[in-house]
């Protein structure tokens, strides 16, 4: 019989290429699937709990953790040690990798984690002995701070004892790829206490200055270098006090302040070039725009009747922001349990650093006085030479544990001054090199008749045992001026200026801070270190400090401006900022408060003020400058209609601030000699005064070719044109400083590894900003290298003492550090428009605005 079986037709090519071609897409896409799966699991697993209840081992009693939309923590707990307990455990949650990279930085153990790129680093920040410092101030804390810092640190490592690895962050999931076999130590009060050395490194004020200028004694004379670093304006901007008030003594602290001064006891993923940078760049970066603005307004002025209270300090770009915003309440206050304080800390460090508490508020910014000084050393083999003898060096020998290498030993020379720092860094060496001592009106070459060779050494308050470790629990819970004025004293290093309101309507100001009193010289160039008539002679009288009570302008602005004129007996700084952010703050001020009386909403909106002081000064100057292109002339014509506001969409000023970059490199840049740009205010300085100094030497350069002020202007006019138009096409309708000023957030660790992918996992942005450097909304950028913004205003806030729930903040992230969690740079946007958000303070507003809350139980 014949086969009847159906025969089953054969498949086309075409079909079968297909079914196989889905059959590979198809797995592809499970094996991405399950790989994206795998990212967000090993992403979100370090996400912390942030509702219900957690057991917590060490604990006395149950904590409530109430957090609102933006993470921001309220806690509530019955004793001190539960509550700044449950600090160290919030911030581990929220913070962890931040708080273990911030103390292999302060303890210069880099290299531990990244390897022998960090060497230079780890090498410098040694030699500094920032850890050292802090474990010595940690042993002289009394006994209630003590426990403080003991309670947060078992806080820390309870979190820490729940998980490990990539269960704490996702960064701990990439460095396990360079080194698998690391573990986080447990954490220690000096850990705490360390991150304030590397704050104070960050608002360190003049080092820098000292450093250029005898760099530039080598080739320029000293009256060229008195035109680049011209005095304080003070017959047109403010300075901080100009009438010191009467005030009974400060309570008695334990102020160091009488302390004998003859016993001396800082991420890439590639080599730093400038260790002094590096240093800078990992505790949030030193540079142009460091700074702050704070003011406080009296009631006679407000719609309220009652002070307002507006802060933002100034800092480098870093992701996470170097803020967090915290709560820390006694359920029941007392003698034994006195917090109830709200606003800004530090992850790492217990209590609130600045905000208010139920009585009082506070604010900083950076004093900007001189408490660095450079000493040039002669050095033969194990000695130096003090007053006509050799002395020995203080010598001491460290170990550098290297991941995948050996370990390397460093030693540290010291003189009775500090540690030795040339062989350290560029300039510190050039200057030992060819060294230069004196001020800057005369400089002079050292003599060389004594034997050896020359080194520079490092005097700094911060490199000695001070009391800010207890400063902050005293502002916590100061209830009045006398109060503050007493944690004040405490408040040694970093110097800043303080301002101050409470609910009984008074405003003050107090400068803290140890600040050096000189024999000879003045710290403007390294001074002589074998004559002891150039040592330190002591400290300035915390009672002969600048300090006001309730002015009589009922107002108070700091913005690193000049505290006070000539007239005051001790000499502070030549390095002021040089008052343009000061001076516009004051005038919004009165001219707001000459019309109508002052809300929280003016405060905010002067945080945010973007006009361009040179700006002005420009579109003045180039009112009569015309030029030969008809395209760069329309740019130049169009500053004359330009409001001098920064605006991100404005085109003028994006050419304005291309054309002021053109003008001050044309003007500095000659030959082997380019002056140095740090500081815009200052240069607002030098070049307004040249505007009006058609004859000086400044305006001719032969490198380019131009021979006096208006072949200068022209010449940068259209040099600016040329750049704008490279970096933003022809069309002036296409300029616009936001973009060309946006802000990159990056991690400072990852965030510049290198890799592309783990980069994009961390870094965030670009995000258009307005402002500028010496703008009040002072998002700076530094002359000559880039328009990007680097330094920002880190935090905003504004407290309403009339009601203390109608208060603001917002900083430049989020609360969290983790990758892609919801609170990351949830305040990013807001930050970007001068928006602040509310800020609850009283039990019931906390509450009401608590979006979860976490018991944490014994």
Same mark, same amino acid.
């Given at each position: 019989?014949?086969?009847?079986?159906?025969?089953?037709?054969?498949?086309?090519?075409?079909?079968?290429?297909?079914?196989?071609?889905?059959? !590979?897409?198809?797995?592809? =896409?499970?094996?991405?699937?399950?790989?994206?799966?795998?990212?967000?699991?090993?992403?979100?697993?370090?996400?912390?709990?942030?509702?219900?209840?957690?057991?917590?081992?060490?604990?006395?009693?149950?904590?409530?953790?109430?957090?609102?939309?933006?993470?921001?923590?309220?806690?509530?707990?019955?004793?001190?040690?539960?509550?700044?307990?449950?600090?160290?455990?919030?911030?581990?949650?929220?913070?962890?990798?931040?708080?273990?990279?911030?103390?292999?930085?302060?303890?210069?153990?880099?290299?531990?984690?990244?390897?022998?790129?960090?060497?230079?680093?780890?090498?410098?920040?040694?030699?500094?002995?920032?850890?050292?410092?802090?474990?010595?101030?940690?042993?002289?804390?009394?006994?209630?701070?003590?426990?403080?810092?003991?309670?947060?640190?078992?806080?820390?490592?309870?979190?820490?004892? @729940?998980?490990?690895?990539?269960?704490?962050?996702?960064?701990?999931?990439?460095?396990?790829?360079?080194?698998?076999?690391?573990?986080?130590?447990?954490?220690?009060?000096?850990?705490?206490?360390?991150?304030?050395?590397?704050?104070?490194?960050?608002?360190?004020?003049?080092?820098?200055?000292?450093?250029?200028?005898?760099?530039?004694?080598?080739?320029?004379?000293?009256?060229?270098?008195?035109?680049?670093?011209?005095?304080?304006?003070?017959?047109?901007?403010?300075?901080?006090?100009?009438?010191?008030?009467?005030?009974?003594?400060?309570?008695?602290?334990?102020?160091?302040?009488?302390?004998?001064?003859?016993?001396?006891?800082?991420?890439?993923?590639?080599?730093?070039?400038?260790?002094?940078?590096?240093?800078?760049?990992?505790?949030?970066?030193?540079?142009?725009?460091?700074?702050?603005?704070?003011?406080?307004?009296?009631?006679?002025?407000?719609?309220?009747?009652?002070?307002?209270?507006?802060? &933002?300090?100034?800092?480098?770009?870093?992701?996470?922001?170097?803020?967090?915003?915290?709560?820390?309440?006694?359920?029941?206050?007392?003698?034994?349990?006195?917090?109830?304080?709200?606003?800004?800390?530090?992850?790492?460090?217990?209590?609130?650093?600045?905000?208010?508490?139920?009585?009082?508020?506070?604010?900083?910014?950076?004093?900007?006085?001189?408490?660095?000084?450079?000493?040039?050393?002669?050095?033969?083999?194990?000695?130096?030479?003090?007053?006509?003898?050799?002395?020995?060096?203080?010598?001491?020998?460290?170990?550098?544990?290297?991941?995948?290498?050996?370990?390397?030993?460093?030693?540290?020379?010291?003189?009775?001054?500090?540690?030795?720092?040339?062989?350290?860094?560029?300039?510190?060496?050039?200057?030992?090199?060819?060294?230069?001592?004196?001020?800057?009106?005369?400089?002079?070459?050292?003599?060389?008749?004594?034997?050896?060779?020359?080194?520079? @050494?490092?005097?700094?308050?911060?490199?000695?045992?001070?009391?800010?470790?207890?400063? !902050?629990?005293?502002?916590?819970?100061?209830?009045?001026?006398?109060?503050?004025?007493?944690?004040?004293?405490?408040?040694?290093?970093?110097?800043?200026?303080?301002?101050?309101?409470?609910?009984?309507?008074?405003?003050?100001?107090?400068?803290?801070?140890?600040?050096?009193?000189?024999?000879?010289? &003045?710290?403007?160039?390294?001074?002589?270190?074998?004559?002891?008539?150039?040592?330190?002679?002591?400290?300035?009288?915390?009672?002969?400090?600048?300090?006001?009570?309730?002015?009589?302008?009922?107002?108070?602005?700091?913005?690193?401006?000049?505290?006070?004129?000539?007239?005051?007996?001790?000499?502070?700084?030549?390095?002021?900022?040089?008052?343009?952010?000061?001076?516009?703050?004051?005038?919004?001020?009165?001219? =707001?408060?000459?019309?109508?009386?002052?809300?929280?909403?003016?405060?905010?909106?002067?945080?945010?003020?973007?006009?361009?002081?040179?700006?002005?000064?420009?579109?003045?100057?180039?009112?009569?400058?015309?030029?030969?292109?008809?395209?760069?002339?329309?740019?130049?014509?169009?500053?004359?209609?330009?409001?001098?506001?920064?605006?991100?969409?404005?085109?003028?000023?994006?050419?304005?601030?291309?054309?002021?970059?053109?003008?001050?490199?044309?003007?500095?840049?000659?030959?082997?000699?380019?002056?140095?740009?740090?500081?815009?205010?200052?240069?607002?300085?030098?070049?307004?005064?040249?505007?009006?100094?058609?004859?000086?030497?400044?305006?001719?350069?032969?490198?380019?070719?131009?021979?006096?002020?208006?072949?200068?202007?022209?010449?940068?006019?259209?040099?600016?044109?040329?750049?704008?138009?490279?970096?933003?096409?022809?069309?002036?309708?296409?300029?616009?400083?936001? @973009?060309?000023?946006?802000?990159?957030?990056?991690?400072?660790?990852?965030?510049?590894?290198?890799?592309?992918?783990?980069?994009?996992?961390?870094?965030?942005?670009?995000?258009?900003?307005?402002?500028?450097?010496?703008?009040?909304?002072?998002?700076?950028?530094?002359?000559?290298?880039?328009?990007?913004?680097? =330094?920002?205003?880190?935090?905003?806030?504004?407290?309403?003492?009339?009601?203390?729930?109608?208060?603001?903040?917002?900083?430049?992230?989020?609360?969290?550090?983790?990758?892609?969690?919801?609170?990351?740079?949830?305040?990013?946007?807001?930050?970007?428009?001068?928006?602040?958000?509310?800020?609850?303070? =009283?039990?019931?507003?906390?509450?009401?605005?608590?979006?979860?809350?976490?018991?944490?139980?014994?």
């Amino acid at each position: 019989m014949p086969d009847t079986t159906p025969v089953r037709p054969r498949r086309s090519l075409r079909r079968r290429i297909a079914i196989v071609l889905f059959s !590979i897409v198809a797995a592809v =896409t499970v094996i991405a699937l399950i790989a994206a799966g795998v990212v967000v699991w090993t992403i979100q697993r370090s996400f912390p709990q942030l509702s219900g209840t957690v057991s917590a081992a060490g604990l006395d009693a149950q904590v409530a953790v109430h957090r609102d939309a933006q993470g921001a923590a309220t806690i509530v707990a019955e004793t001190t040690d539960d509550l700044f307990f449950s600090q160290g455990y919030v911030h581990a949650q929220d913070r962890f990798w931040e708080m273990d990279f911030r103390r292999h930085v302060t303890s210069g153990r880099l290299s531990e984690l990244f390897g022998e790129s960090q060497l230079g680093t780890d090498s410098f920040l040694r030699t500094l002995g920032w850890r050292q410092i802090a474990e010595q101030e940690v042993e002289a804390l009394d006994e209630t701070t003590r426990t403080y810092y003991d309670a947060y640190a078992e806080g820390v490592n309870a979190y820490l004892e @729940s998980r490990s690895g990539a269960e704490l962050s996702l960064e701990y999931a990439v460095l396990g790829l360079q080194n698998p076999d690391y573990e986080p130590e447990p954490w220690t009060p000096a850990d705490s206490v360390a991150w304030l050395k590397a704050m104070a490194w960050d608002l360190r004020s003049n080092v820098e200055d000292e450093t250029e200028r005898a760099l530039l004694a080598q080739t320029l004379s000293p009256e060229l270098i008195a035109d680049l670093y011209p005095d304080y304006p003070f017959d047109t901007n403010p300075v901080i006090v100009p009438t010191i008030t009467e005030v009974d003594a400060a309570p008695a602290s334990t102020s160091a302040s009488d302390a004998d001064t003859d016993t001396v006891p800082a991420i890439s993923w590639t080599e730093v070039g400038d260790v002094v940078e590096a240093a800078s760049a990992l505790v949030g970066g030193a540079g142009e725009g460091i700074g702050s603005n704070s003011w406080v307004v009296s009631g006679e002025l407000t719609e309220t009747g009652m002070p307002l209270l507006a802060n &933002d300090p100034h800092l480098g770009a870093a992701l996470p922001s170097v803020w967090h915003q915290i709560g820390l309440r006694c359920e029941t206050t007392s003698a034994e349990c006195p917090f109830d304080v709200a606003g800004f800390g530090f992850s790492g460090v217990p209590g609130v650093i600045i905000g208010h508490n139920a009585q009082i508020a506070w604010g900083f910014t950076n004093l900007t006085t001189d408490v660095t000084d450079l000493y040039l050393e002669k050095v033969s083999g194990d000695e130096y030479w003090r007053d006509g003898e050799l002395v020995p060096l203080d010598v001491r020998t460290e170990t550098l544990v290297v991941a995948g290498g050996d370990d390397v030993e460093l030693e540290i020379r010291s003189t009775v001054h500090g540690p030795i720092v040339s062989g350290l860094t560029d300039g510190f060496t050039e200057i030992a090199a060819d060294p230069r001592t004196g001020s800057t009106a005369e400089t002079t070459a050292p003599n060389d008749e004594l034997d050896g060779e020359y080194a520079v @050494s490092l005097r700094w308050t911060a490199l000695e045992p001070g009391t800010t470790a207890q400063a !902050i629990f005293a502002l916590n819970t100061a209830t009045d001026f006398d109060g503050f004025r007493a944690a004040a004293e405490l408040f040694d290093v970093p110097a800043q200026n303080l301002i101050y309101a409470d609910v009984e309507g008074n405003i003050g100001y107090q400068t803290p801070g140890r600040l050096p009193i000189r024999g000879a010289g &003045d710290g403007s160039m390294p001074a002589p270190g074998w004559d002891s008539d150039y040592d330190w002679t002591g400290f300035i009288p915390f009672d002969e400090l600048p300090v006001v009570l309730n002015p009589e302008s009922s107002y108070i602005v700091t913005a690193n401006n000049a505290i006070v004129g000539h007239d005051y007996p001790y000499f502070l700084t030549n390095d002021w900022d040089y008052g343009y952010r000061a001076a516009r703050i004051t005038d919004l001020l009165a001219r =707001t408060s000459s019309v109508r009386p002052l809300t929280a909403d003016d405060m905010t909106q002067i945080q945010a003020d973007q006009e361009f002081w040179m700006g002005k000064r420009l579109a003045a100057a180039y009112a009569d400058v015309q030029v030969d292109d008809p395209d760069a002339q329309a740019a130049i014509d169009a500053l004359q209609t330009w409001d001098a506001q920064n605006r991100p969409e404005s085109s003028p000023a994006a050419f304005a601030n291309v054309l002021w970059d053109e003008l001050v490199l044309n003007l500095f840049t000659r030959g082997e000699v380019t002056a140095p740009a740090s500081s815009q205010s200052r240069m607002f300085t030098v070049v307004g005064a040249l505007l009006d100094n058609p004859a000086s030497a400044w305006w001719i350069n032969d490198r380019i070719g131009v021979n006096g002020r208006d072949e200068m202007l022209a010449q940068s006019a259209l040099d600016a044109y040329d750049r704008i138009v490279e970096l933003q096409g022809e069309d002036p309708n296409h300029w616009n400083w936001g @973009s060309l000023h946006a802000l990159d957030l990056r991690s400072d660790t990852f965030g510049s590894s290198g890799i592309a992918p783990i980069e994009m996992l961390f870094n965030r942005g670009p995000y258009p900003v307005g402002g500028g450097a010496s703008v009040v909304d002072a998002n700076g950028w530094v002359l000559g290298e880039s328009f990007r913004t680097v =330094t920002v205003p880190s935090m905003r806030m504004t407290i309403d003492l009339s009601d203390l729930d109608a208060s603001r903040w917002n900083h430049l992230t989020g609360n969290s550090g983790h990758a892609f969690h919801p609170n990351y740079t949830d305040q990013t946007e807001a930050w970007q428009q001068g928006v602040q958000t509310p800020w609850p303070f =009283t039990p019931d507003a906390v509450e009401a605005a608590a979006t979860d809350t976490l018991v944490l139980t014994p």
